[in-house]
């Protein structure tokens, strides 16, 4: 299995509130993205990092910030929670010249 | 921009049986095209992939696939299912030189006995 681990797995949170997800890997893969799934929409991509400090935005990125301050952290911010953030976020890794992405185990987000 | 339709949502089949699973994806440039599986409550992982070469792709567990590029296709098929094969499929693509991979909206297999 790759080597990416993401933090916390399970968070409930209020409305308001700002919420940090980690996704730390340790196969020094140079890309690595943030989607979420939802029921009826498969997943969505938030944000990417294509090296240290390059960062990009996705299909659905408004509510969201992205850090990527090391090649093996990036980090997602939610700044102010809302309800309709609930979702299991997942992080993923990837070399550009295989394609194939390698994927946590997901963390699940419940904002009250 | 591109885009993945997974034409069904939910395909319920009796074990044995052959199954069919429809992804068809827009996009103006040329792609790379892949499947994925998630089983309940797990991560998504790699079932095949389509880079170039024959368009005809087989990937673990029995599945295959085929790239028609005319009709911008990717159907998933395997000919005989197992009750172990139920699990949520998601069709993805990207383009060749993009850094980016979409996702469709995932279909449903749920294999009875």
């Known amino acids: 299995d790759a080597g990416i681990t993401q933090s916390p797995r399970h968070k409930v949170t209020e409305t308001g509130t700002p919420v940090t997800l980690r996704c730390h890997q340790t196969?020094?893969?140079?890309?690595m993205y943030w989607y979420r799934q939802d029921p009826g929409h498969g997943l969505r991509l938030i944000h990417y990092?294509?090296?240290?400090?390059?960062?990009d935005k996705g299909e659905v990125s408004d509510g969201y910030s992205v850090s990527r301050s090391k090649t093996e952290d990036f980090l997602l911010t939610l700044e102010s929670a809302t309800s309709s953030q609930t979702s299991v976020y997942f992080c993923?890794?990837?070399?550009?010249?295989?394609?194939?992405?390698?994927f946590g185990e997901g963390s699940r987000l419940t904002v009250l | 921009a591109q885009s993945v339709t997974q034409l069904d949502s939910q395909v319920p089949v009796f074990e044995e049986a052959p199954v069919e699973l429809r992804c068809n994806y827009s996009?103006?440039?040329?792609?790379?095209l892949f499947w994925y599986v998630q089983y309940p409550n797990q991560g998504l992982q790699l079932l095949l992939k389509?880079?170039?070469?024959?368009?005809l792709v087989k990937g673990i567990n029995g599945f295959e696939a085929e790239f028609n590029k005319s009709q911008t296709s990717f159907h998933l098929r395997k000919p005989s299912v197992h009750i172990s094969d139920t699990a949520e499929y998601f069709c993805?693509?990207?383009?060749?030189?993009?850094?980016?991979?979409?996702f469709g909206a995932g279909t449903r297999l749920f294999v009875k006995a």
């Open positions: 996009s103006s440039v040329s792609v790379y």
């Open positions: 389509y880079l170039s070469g024959s368009t």
């Open positions: 196969e020094n893969h140079r890309y």
């Open positions: 993805a693509v990207r383009d060749t030189g993009g850094f980016k991979t979409i």
């Open positions: 990092s294509y090296g240290v400090k390059d960062t």
């Open positions: 993923a890794i990837s070399e550009i010249d295989t394609g194939e992405l390698f």
